[in-house]
């Protein structure tokens, strides 16, 4: 297994970067893959590979993750948290965080069954949240050179500045529901179980 793998804050963050990562066979994607935990030497660092496929040229390529915390075993219903933390990814830059946001805001737009559009839009509010964690205290409304690694995220910075506009990104999110809102209608909308009395 290389050595150099990705940090990721969550498996929900390892699997936005396979959204927002392009295939480095036809440069389109998007990849999609299923995670399997891998054994890990080192107390506290929980280790996943993930085989993922183009969906356009069919290229299968093999991406390794180190996470922060051991992935929770998936429960039905129940939202992904993407970083629960305060730092900024190592992995997906502020570009690439306004991208998927707005990519998820259009899908969850799309989306008939109510359920799954409420969990996209959670989905999306926490990529918002994760693009503002790159800007600084300083007065500049553009976020700093280095929150912006990837080639394309750069190349839109240079053409189009006004897309990283922190005070665009803070509109956008006023407009939203707090995500504590959020969780609360979904929860809202889980099936209640019935109580049974015992023989």
């Not at 990849?31 to 660092?45: H, I, K, M, W, Y």
């Not at 390794?64 to 915390?69: N, W």
């Not at 790159?134 to 053409?159: G, I, K, M, N, Q």
């Not at 803070?170 to 939203?176: S, T």
Request: charged share 25%; aromatic share 8%.
């Amino acid at each position: 297994m290389p050595s150099a793998a990705l940090k990721a804050h969550s498996l929900a963050e390892a699997y936005l970067y396979l959204m927002a990562t392009p295939c480095p066979g036809c440069s389109h994607g998007p990849l999609r893959g299923t995670a399997r935990e891998l054994p890990s030497e080192a107390e506290g660092v929980f280790k996943i590979s993930i085989p993922a496929t183009c969906a356009v040229c069919n290229r299968t390529i093999e991406l390794f993750f180190d996470l922060h915390s051991r992935p929770a075993p998936a429960v039905e219903d129940s939202p992904a948290i993407v970083n629960p933390t305060d730092e900024p990814s190592q992995i997906l830059d502020v570009g690439q965080w306004i991208m998927l946001f707005r990519m998820i805001v259009e899908a969850a737009s799309k989306e008939s069954n109510k359920p799954r559009a409420r969990h996209l839009g959670l989905e999306a509010a926490q990529c918002l949240e994760e693009a503002l964690k790159f800007y600084d205290d300083a007065e500049s409304d553009l976020p700093p050179a280095e929150a912006v690694f990837h080639e394309a995220s750069r190349e839109r910075f240079r053409t189009h500045p006004e897309q990283f506009s922190r005070e665009r990104l803070l509109d956008w999110r006023a407009k939203l529901p707090t995500q504590a809102v959020m969780r609360s209608r979904i929860a809202a909308q889980r099936p209640r179980r019935r109580w049974r009395r015992g023989p």
